[in-house]
């Protein structure tokens, strides 16, 4: 089965940095579109940043010119680094991969156990 490991949660204060890390394991053929969305406390989940297999990228306007999605294909890993943290950054951040594993042969959603991510002011 396909599990993505995420990494590099923490609390900072505002105007920090952070690095987030998801890892795929599994027997996977390919993983296509990567992503990382947040879910703030009483509100619902938005997408923070995606990234396609080839390298293309998308970003919520709230978080541009500010945090950078990169992957290594290699390494079937995911990172968002994120600077200029502000408090309203403050969020549970998941990652997110569209896997096509050995043993389906089906693009499907996979999805990490989330990492809190906590901005003071």
């Known amino acids: 089965q396909v599990q993505l490991v995420e990494s590099g949660g923490g609390l900072v204060q505002a105007g920090g940095s952070l690095r987030l890390s998801c890892a795929a394991s599994g027997i996977i053929f390919r993983i296509n579109d990567m992503g990382w969305y947040r879910q703030a406390p009483g509100k619902q989940c938005e997408s923070v940043a995606g990234i396609t297999s080839g390298g293309s990228t998308n970003y919520a306007d709230s978080v541009k010119g500010r945090f950078t999605i990169s992957r290594d294909n290699a390494k079937n890993t995911v990172y968002l680094q994120m600077n200029s943290l502000k408090p309203e950054d403050t969020a549970v951040y998941y990652c997110?991969?569209?896997?096509?594993?050995?043993?389906?042969?089906?693009?499907?959603?996979?999805w990490g156990q989330g990492t809190q991510v906590t901005v003071s002011s």
């Open positions: 997110n991969a569209k896997v096509i594993p050995i043993i389906t042969w089906v693009d499907s959603d996979f």
